[in-house]
């Protein structure tokens, strides 16, 4: 199922279940942060939510994601002949973030805060 797919299943079945995938997919990051056959899946979800303008409700979540990130050498995602986001949607990179050459200034204020607190540290 490609991205575009997945979309328009989640159009049908309204943000609410795409928040609730994301919650559920980041209670457990160390099962498919590193592998990006599981991510080209997950991702996508994030990306919905974020069209929809709810990012302030998957906050907890983010951080369990981007955290993990940290810890572990995420996958790259693959992009899909013409798919293109802005290195602005963090979740699609977090290969970059564990490899800490994500750029920190695109973060949100809420991630930025423990990604240049990790830099410091290293």
Do not use: N
């Not at 995420?74 to 973030?97: K, N, T």
Request: proline share 5%; glycine share 4%; net charge negative.
């Amino acid at each position: 199922m490609g991205y575009l797919d997945l979309y328009r299943a989640f159009e049908e079945e309204g943000v609410e279940k795409a928040i609730e995938g994301w919650k559920l997919f980041a209670d457990m990051p160390e099962v498919w942060i590193a592998c990006h056959y599981d991510s080209e899946v997950i991702l996508p979800i994030r990306e919905f939510i974020a069209r929809k303008g709810v990012d302030d409700r998957v906050k907890q979540e983010d951080i369990a994601v981007f955290k993990k990130a940290l810890e572990v050498k995420a996958d790259p995602y693959y992009f899909e002949e013409g798919e293109e986001y802005p290195l602005s949607h963090w979740w699609f990179y977090l290969d970059r973030i564990s490899e800490r050459t994500y750029p920190a200034e695109l973060l949100p204020e809420y991630l930025s805060e423990i990604y240049l607190k990790v830099l410091h540290e290293s």
